[in-house]
Structure formats: structure tokens, C-alpha cells
Nanobody, 126 residues
Framework: QVQLIESGGGSVQAGGSLRFSCKAS????????MGWFRQVSGREREFVAA????????YYAESVKGRFIISRESARNTVTLQMDSLKPEDTAVYYC???????????????????WGQGTQVTVSS
């Protein structure tokens, strides 16, 4: 069983930056792809970014490309999401996820992930 603990959410003005971390406990962290999803109340959870199990590949939603960077540090069982140039439409609850997607495409979908964090709120004001 993998447990994911997120930290680093908060409030920021448009154009600002935030940095999320997700620390995993449990076996075989390095065997899992890691992802970030977000959800606005009343809407479906959507993909934000992901990184492959070995860190060689990163995946981004079009809406965050060029503004967000995902990275992982296996020695610390941690994945980080650096978010720059934040916009009000980035406001959501952000969830960290771990899993073993079958292929590149599955990194973009919830079905590729088995374990989920508790979620952390990000609010971007205009």
C-alpha cells in the first residue's frame, strides 16, 4: 500500500508561483509513475502533469505547458510540481497520484493510477 502526502498548496495572486510536493510512503516508489490532477467543485477531475517511473518522460496538459514543471527525486520518494505564471483558472483542489500506466497514453488518465493523495487547495486571485 502506498500513501501519498501532499504539501505546499495555498493562495497566490495571478502571475505568482507555487510549489507542490508529494511524498510517498510504502514500497517500490521508484516503480510507479506519478501524476497530478485537479478538480473544481462540480466538474470532473482533470489531468495536469505526470512523470514516468524512471523520470525520463514528462506529460503535461496543454493548459499548463510552459508554466508547470514536474520532477521526481526517488531518493526522497518525492514528486514536485512547480507552478509558475499562475492564472485564476488554475484554482482547484490538486491531487497527487501514483500508479503503473500501461502505456504513454494512460499517463493522462485517472485509470492509470491506483493511489491518491488527500488533495490540497490552490486559489489564484486576479
Amino acid at each position: 500500500q502506498v500513501q501519498l502526502i501532499e504539501s505546499g498548496g495555498g493562495s497566490v495572486q495571478a502571475g505568482g508561483s507555487l510549489r507542490f510536493s508529494c511524498k510517498a510512503s510504502g514500497p517500490s516508489f521508484s516503480a510507479y509513475a506519478m501524476g497530478w490532477f485537479r478538480q473544481v467543485s462540480g466538474r470532473e477531475r482533470e489531468f495536469v502533469a505526470a512523470i514516468s517511473w524512471n523520470g525520463d518522460s514528462q506529460y503535461y496538459a496543454e493548459s499548463v505547458k510552459g508554466r508547470f514543471i514536474i520532477s521526481r527525486e526517488s531518493a526522497r520518494n518525492t514528486v514536485t510540481l512547480q507552478m509558475d505564471s499562475l492564472k485564476p483558472e488554475d484554482t482547484a483542489v490538486y491531487y497527487c497520484a501514483a500508479g503503473r500506466p500501461w502505456n504513454d497514453g494512460d499517463h493522462y488518465f485517472q485509470r492509470g493510477y491506483t493511489y491518491w493523495g488527500q488533495g490540497t487547495q490552490v486559489t489564484v486571485s486576479s
